[in-house]
């Protein structure tokens, strides 16, 4: 990423600081509805399981600038949590739900720009996320559904 995609993702994220509670409902709602293979990512609670990642979202957006203490922190994250959290094909559909959950959330605010550092932005920490075995896997489907999505 380079510095303007950070400040963008940045002034985004903040932005949708001040309206968490809609984010967090709109993220929820929207990963059980991409794709119902995946709602036992967030199991019985899913509104507090959706916060709990918006916050890891949080702590990776603060780490944007600072990517050799981000992604090993990452990359370690995906290695505990591989089997109940993120997988290749799990990581596109974060990734859906998370832009759409922004665009509802912020509006025209969610502009081309913004949405281009955010795509660039989770591919990169879902990258670092997902187990080398899965990486094969996560870069061209999610690529493709990313650039057909709309968002």
Do not use: Y
């Amino acid at each position: 990423m380079n510095r303007h995609e950070i400040t963008e993702v940045r002034r985004s994220w903040e932005l949708a600081g001040t309206r968490m509670p809609l984010l967090t409902q709109m993220f929820s709602t929207r990963m059980q509805l991409i794709d119902q293979r995946h709602r036992s990512l967030f199991g019985d609670d899913a509104e507090t399981n959706a916060l709990l990642m918006l916050r890891l979202v949080g702590i990776a957006v603060n780490g944007l600038n600072q990517p050799r203490i981000l992604f090993p922190l990452l990359e370690t994250l995906g290695r505990q949590n591989a089997r109940r959290m993120i997988n290749g094909p799990q990581g596109c559909v974060v990734i859906r739900a998370l832009l759409r959950s922004l665009k509802a959330t912020l509006g025209p605010s969610f502009n081309t720009t913004a949405r281009h550092a955010w795509i660039v932005g989770a591919r990169a920490v879902v990258q670092a996320m997902v187990p080398v075995r899965e990486k094969a896997v996560l870069t061209p489907g999610c690529d493709a559904g990313l650039a057909g999505a709309s968002v």
